[in-house]
């Protein structure tokens, strides 16, 4: 795994509303992203939103990454940019019954009366 220049969160970084199982066993990352995201995801939140100020060049970078100017080069800027998509983003939801609200949607001329399975 590629090191950053990123300063490592002195604690692990948990999302528990959104994974609350944690971002390995979550099905969305890789073992290397959600290692990335554990080992530096709270750093990079500070980063993002102003809390602490950047020191490297890596630091720099992911500023101008979060604020759109460049796009995400390497592995973490990645992770971080599907997490923020996970997290922050809406998420579809799929079923196999069809709602109430689709009820216009069928065809009004269909009857189970005209099969006799008797």
Known sequence: M????????PKPFI????FPYGFRKSGDFSIPEADLLTRY?????DLES????????DEKHFV???SGTVPA???LEKAWQKYVHLAR???NFYTLHSSASNAAEFDDDYSDETFDVA
């Open 15 to 18: 999302d528990r509303v959104k």
């Open 2 to 9: 590629k090191t950053f220049d990123i300063r490592p969160a």
């Open 73 to 75: 080069e390497n592995g």
């Open 41 to 45: 995801g709270k750093t990079l939140c």
């Open 89 to 91: 983003g809406k998420r």
């Open 64 to 66: 101008a990454f979060i």
């Open 50 to 57: 102003g809390t602490i100020q950047p020191e490297s060049a």
